[in-house]
């Protein structure tokens, strides 16, 4: 079954915690990126990945850090610097100059 | 700086009535152009994408867009809608697919409620 998968579906994040997001792709992509979706916002993009072992921000990288160590996947922790971070978040890939594929999504919520 | 603009944040439509959803963009030259589709707690589909040739292009479900150069406009239409195609759609642009720096930038979005 091929695709991008994102655990888990739904998150909770206690005050000062950090929680990372998994974002797995068996497509044989090689960028990745992460998006941040608030109602009536629609999507932010948080940090992207063009290659293993490289990662650039995007537009609302603050309070947040990424991971590239394989192909497959790009986690993403979301930070005790990250003061507002209930949303919901999606992971994408792209495969050379085809378009961006999304992930099921991620639902955080503080506690 | 670059921006999409989906001026209706809900539309309501009757079922088997035409739609029309509204996207503009401020860039510099023509990006590339998408539309997506988003159901209540679920990822992002993609409806269809505009990168150069025709400017009319045919897409997933029905589904047809048109690139308007001289209003910077990338307009969703369905000539008949279905209750099925109630969701959020976003329209999307990018400077440089596969090689650019910046990822997609998203419209708001639009709500779309189908009426029985």
């Known amino acids: 079954d091929g695709g991008i998968t994102q655990s888990p579906k739904y998150l909770f994040r206690k005050e000062g915690q950090n929680v990372t997001l998994s974002c797995e792709q068996n497509?044989?992509?090689?960028?990745m990126y992460w998006y941040r979706q608030d109602p009536g916002q629609g999507l932010r993009l948080i940090y992207y990945s063009q290659i293993v072992n490289d990662f650039q921000k995007g537009d609302i990288a603050e309070g947040y850090s990424v991971s590239r160590e394989k192909k497959e996947s790009f986690p993403l922790t979301v930070t005790s610097a990250q003061k507002n971070p209930t949303a919901f978040y999606l992971c994408?890939?792209?495969?050379?100059?085809?378009?961006?594929?999304f992930g099921p999504g991620t639902r955080l919520l503080v506690l | 700086a670059q921006s999409v603009t989906q001026p209706d944040i809900h539309i309501t439509v009757s079922e088997g009535a035409s739609l029309e959803l509204r996207c503009n963009y401020s860039y510099g030259a023509t990006p590339y152009l998408f539309w997506y589709v988003q159901s209540p707690g679920q990822g992002l589909q993609l409806l269809l994408k505009y990168f150069s040739g025709d400017t009319l292009v045919q897409g997933i479900k029905g589904f047809e867009a048109e690139f308007k150069r001289s209003q910077s406009s990338f307009n969703l239409r369905k000539p008949s809608v279905h209750w099925s195609d109630a969701a959020e759609y976003f329209c999307a642009v990018e400077m440089f697919p596969g090689g650019g720096a910046d990822g997609l930038t998203f419209g708001k979005g639009t709500h779309l409620i189908i009426q029985p």
């Open positions: 994408a890939t792209r495969g050379g100059l085809e378009t961006q594929y």
């Open positions: 497509l044989n992509h090689d960028a």
